[in-house]
């Protein structure tokens, strides 16, 4: 099936404009939330955005600290870059 604005796991994204060559990898710095803390690592692939490739590291649900969560995030991130680089080849 082909990616469609509302179609999931994997979606066409209207927030970050993205080619058919591009990665994208977007950390959003949610911190300053109040109910759910978090640093989300978003993955767009040749401009779909895939919820299975993307993932949110949180503070209070997960009992880390700001500077962890902000650790894992850039972690994930290179893994993720890592990862898919291999398509753009």
């Known amino acids: 099936m082909k990616p469609t604005k509302t179609s999931w796991p994997r979606h066409i994204a209207d927030s970050i404009k993205c080619r058919p060559r591009d990665l994208i990898i977007r950390i959003s710095n949610w911190t300053r939330d109040k109910d759910e ?7 767009y692939i040749k401009g779909i955005y895939d ?6 590291f949180s503070t209070r649900s997960a009992n880390r600290s700001k500077p962890k969560a902000r650790k894992l995030a850039i972690q994930f991130a290179q893994q993720q870059i890592e990862k898919h680089m291999e398509s753009f080849k």
């Open 37 to 43: 803390p978090a640093y989300d690592v978003e993955v």
């Open 51 to 56: 919820w299975n490739e993307s993932k949110v």
